[in-house]
């Protein structure tokens, strides 16, 4: 449906790159966005649990850490 679910928020300072990920989970979207935003529970019917999706992201943030390092070794 085109609607948003989540973006890479990313700031440069000092020579450094802070990325961040924003997901809507639970949100309860505003009026003024309900044609161009949704959460993830909206699509699912259900309530999201956020611990268990960092811990997600997180195991695979490392796995995919870890396969980019094997492959600098090389």
């Known amino acids: 449906n085109k609607k948003k679910l989540c973006g890479i928020l990313t700031v440069i300072k000092k020579e450094k ?10 949100n309860i979207t505003p009026k003024t ?3 161009k935003a949704i959460s993830l529970n909206k699509i699912i019917n ?3 649990n956020n611990k268990s999706i ?3 992201l997180l195991k695979h943030f490392e796995f995919y850490l ?9």
């Open 66 to 74: 870890l396969y980019l390092k094997q492959l600098d070794n090389r």
């Open 33 to 35: 966005l309900k044609n």
């Open 46 to 48: 259900k309530k999201i």
């Open 17 to 26: 790159a802070i990325v961040g990920i924003g997901i809507n989970t639970n």
């Open 54 to 56: 960092i811990n997600s």
